[in-house]
C-alpha cells in the first residue's frame, strides 16, 4: 500500500469516528441536561403580607379594624385642631398679653400636647396589635393552605418575599404564586368577598406635631 492511500485510509478511519462519537456526545449531554432538569426543585415566590390582606377574610377582618379605629382617629384629629387653634391664638395674641398670661396659655398648650400624644401612642399600640393578632390568625390557616398548594403543584420551596430579611432578590413573574394562593385560600375558606374599593386607606392618626421650643 503506497504512502497516500495509508494517509487516505487513516484520515477516512478518524473522520467515520468523528461522525459516530459527536452524535454520541450530543446525546450523552441532552441526557445530563435532561437528568438535570428533572431534578431541579421548582420554586414559588409568596408575598405573605400581601397574601393575608388581600384574601377576603383578611379585607373583611381590615375592614371591621377600620370601623373600630374610626372614633379614635376622629378624636386624636380633633385634638390635635384644637391644639393648633390655641397655638395660632397665643401667636397672635403674644404681643397684647402679660406674661402671666402668655405662661399660662403656654402651660395649657404643653398640658394638652402630653395628652395627644398618649393617646396617638395608646391608639398606635393598640392598632398595630389588633394587627398582629390579625395576621397570626390569618396566617395560621394559610399555612395549612401553602402546605396542601405546594404539594399538589409540585413545589420543593415556597420563599416569602416579604419577609424582612428575604433572600429574593429577583424572580420570574411565573414564579410568584400570590394571587393563586389567595385564591385557594378563599375556596377552602369560603370567605364572602367584601365589596369596597382597594383605594380605601387603612385606619390611621395622624401623629401630632412636636411643639417647637422657644
Same mark, same amino acid.
Given at each position: 500500500?503506497?504512502?497516500?492511500?495509508?494517509?487516505?485510509?487513516?484520515?477516512?478511519?478518524?473522520?467515520?469516528?468523528?461522525?459516530?462519537?459527536?452524535?454520541?456526545? =450530543?446525546?450523552?449531554?441532552?441526557?445530563?441536561?435532561?437528568?438535570?432538569?428533572?431534578?431541579?426543585?421548582?420554586?414559588?415566590?409568596?408575598?405573605?403580607?400581601?397574601?393575608?390582606?388581600?384574601?377576603?377574610?383578611g379585607k373583611k377582618e381590615i375592614e371591621a379594624l377600620e370601623k373600630r379605629f374610626t372614633p379614635?382617629?376622629?378624636?386624636?384629629?380633633?385634638?390635635?385642631? %384644637?391644639?393648633?387653634?390655641?397655638?395660632?391664638?397665643?401667636?397672635?395674641?403674644?404681643?397684647? @398679653?402679660?406674661?402671666?398670661?402668655?405662661?399660662?396659655?403656654?402651660?395649657?398648650?404643653?398640658?394638652?400636647?402630653?395628652? @395627644?400624644?398618649?393617646?396617638?401612642?395608646?391608639?398606635?399600640? %393598640?392598632?398595630?396589635?389588633?394587627?398582629?393578632?390579625?395576621?397570626?390568625?390569618?396566617?395560621?390557616?394559610?399555612?395549612?393552605?401553602?402546605?396542601?398548594?405546594?404539594?399538589?403543584?409540585?413545589?420543593?420551596?415556597?420563599?416569602? =418575599?416579604?419577609?424582612?430579611?428575604?433572600?429574593?432578590?429577583?424572580?420570574?413573574?411565573?414564579?410568584?404564586?400570590?394571587?393563586?394562593?389567595?385564591?385557594?385560600?378563599?375556596? %377552602?375558606?369560603?370567605?364572602?368577598?367584601?365589596?369596597?374599593?382597594?383605594?380605601?386607606?387603612?385606619?390611621?392618626?395622624?401623629?401630632?406635631?412636636?411643639?417647637?421650643?422657644?
Amino acid at each position: 500500500m503506497s504512502f497516500n492511500a495509508t494517509i487516505l485510509k487513516l484520515a477516512l478511519g478518524l473522520g467515520s469516528s468523528a461522525l459516530i462519537s459527536l452524535p454520541a456526545l =450530543a446525546q450523552s449531554a441532552a441526557a445530563g441536561n435532561q437528568r438535570a432538569t428533572a431534578v431541579a426543585p421548582k420554586i414559588g415566590i409568596v408575598n405573605i403580607e400581601e397574601a393575608i390582606v388581600s384574601n377576603n377574610e383578611g379585607k373583611k377582618e381590615i375592614e371591621a379594624l377600620e370601623k373600630r379605629f374610626t372614633p379614635k382617629r376622629d378624636e386624636i384629629n380633633r385634638l390635635s385642631s %384644637e391644639l393648633e387653634n390655641l397655638k395660632k391664638d397665643l401667636t397672635a395674641q403674644a404681643g397684647k @398679653l402679660s406674661d402671666a398670661e402668655k405662661a399660662s396659655r403656654a402651660q395649657v398648650i404643653a398640658s394638652k400636647e402630653k395628652a @395627644l400624644q398618649r393617646n396617638f401612642d395608646d391608639a398606635q399600640t %393598640e392598632l398595630q396589635q389588633a394587627k398582629q393578632e390579625i395576621g397570626k390568625r390569618i396566617y395560621k390557616k394559610l399555612a395549612v393552605v401553602m402546605d396542601k398548594f405546594g404539594r399538589e403543584h409540585g413545589y420543593a420551596i415556597l420563599l416569602d =418575599a416579604s419577609a424582612q430579611q428575604s433572600p429574593v432578590l429577583w424572580a420570574s413573574p411565573d414564579s410568584v404564586v400570590t394571587k393563586a394562593l389567595v385564591d385557594a385560600y378563599n375556596a %377552602e375558606n369560603r370567605v364572602a368577598e367584601v365589596n369596597k374599593s382597594p383605594t380605601t386607606p387603612a385606619p390611621r392618626t395622624t401623629a401630632p406635631a412636636t411643639r417647637k421650643k422657644p
